[in-house]
């Protein structure tokens, strides 16, 4: 299992990054189209990200 801390880390990248795409206008289908991640599924906590979802949402929102 995922050590506590590394679930709290997860928790809040997933916040900062809601806060970014929520400042910028960008809804989470715009998002999960442009990415194939379901970032509302992500956010809702229903599924912890990975490195590779957390990088394509990174790399979306610093271009949009």
């Avoid at 956010?43 to 979802?53: A, F, H, L, T, V």
């Amino acid at each position: 299992s995922t050590p506590r801390r590394d679930n709290q880390f997860l928790a809040t990248i997933v916040w900062r990054l809601k806060e970014i795409r929520n400042g910028r206008g960008v809804s989470q289908q715009r998002v999960t189209m442009d990415t194939g991640v379901n970032i509302s599924r992500i956010e809702s906590g229903n599924r912890m990200p990975d490195r590779k979802s957390t990088r394509l949402n990174s790399s979306h929102l610093s271009r949009s």
